[in-house]
């Protein structure tokens, strides 16, 4: 199996730009997703592919990829994007095995 | 509108066998992949396993393959997670999830509201 790490936490100013970023062998060769945890909610998707957002999601989200990395970019942050934030990945053994991040917990200040 | 429903809470002693259940509508629930995801109190996102319904094609993360049991009955386009020996340790929220894919991309786009299951004596 194989996994991603995220980095536990990060803050960002009401209003500015955050990136988090997402690390794994598998993202070389497979597109993370984003998921957004808001407590006692279940997770939405926001990111998923080269970049691209579901239906509702607004657009200061992005997503990009660069080598083993995936980034999700929130740009203008407001106090509604204070979440749990997990980035997901199939297993680089490619047989419909996937991994989550441990998360990357998001305080807008 | 596209919609997972899951079952209701559970309160299970340690050593009893549990089913919970995940309810597809509005759309065709033997075209797309379903997966089940724990998450533990305080704790992460962790993936259990997926089915494809329509052949019943069943796959399970390395840490759960004989641990749980996931089904799925295209008759009533529901989808299930069971046990059949709970301990304290299956303590969690439990969802499932449906998974989208295209050419270039896949992701679990769609989630249940999740079902709490507490395993206490």
């Known amino acids: 199996s194989s996994e991603v790490t995220q980095d536990p936490a990060v803050s960002v100013a009401l209003g500015q730009t955050v990136k988090i970023t997402c690390q794994g062998d598998?993202?070389?060769?497979?597109?993370a997703s984003w998921y957004q945890q808001k407590p006692g909610q279940a997770p939405v998707l926001v990111i998923y592919?080269?970049?691209n957002r579901p239906s509702g999601i607004p657009d200061r989200f992005s997503g990009s990829n660069s080598g083993n990395t995936a980034s999700l970019t929130i740009t203008g942050a407001q106090a509604e994007d204070e979440a749990d934030y997990y980035c997901?990945?199939?297993?680089?053994?490619?047989?419909?095995?996937?991994?989550f991040g441990s998360g990357t917990t998001v305080t807008v200040l | 509108e596209v919609q997972l429903v899951q079952s209701g809470t559970e309160v299970k002693k340690p050593g009893e066998s549990l089913k919970i259940s995940c309810k597809g509508s509005?759309?065709?629930?033997?075209?797309?992949?379903i997966a089940w995801v724990r998450q533990m109190p305080g704790r992460g996102l962790e993936y259990l396993g997926i089915?494809?319904?329509?052949?019943?094609?069943?796959r399970y993360g390395p840490s759960f393959e004989g641990q749980v049991t996931i089904s799925a009955d295209t008759s009533n386009s529901t989808a299930y997670l069971q046990w059949s020996s709970l301990r304290a340790s299956d303590t969690a929220m439990y969802y499932c999830?449906?998974?989208?894919?295209?050419?270039?991309?896949?992701?679990?786009?769609?989630w249940g509201h999740g079902t709490m299951v507490t395993v206490s004596s």
């Open positions: 999830a449906r998974k989208y894919s295209d050419s270039y991309s896949e992701a679990f786009d769609i």
């Open positions: 997901s990945s199939r297993d680089i053994s490619g047989n419909h095995h996937y991994a």
């Open positions: 509005g759309y065709t629930f033997t075209n797309y992949w």
């Open positions: 598998s993202l070389r060769m497979y597109y």
């Open positions: 089915i494809y319904p329509l052949d019943s094609d069943t």
């Open positions: 592919g080269k970049n």
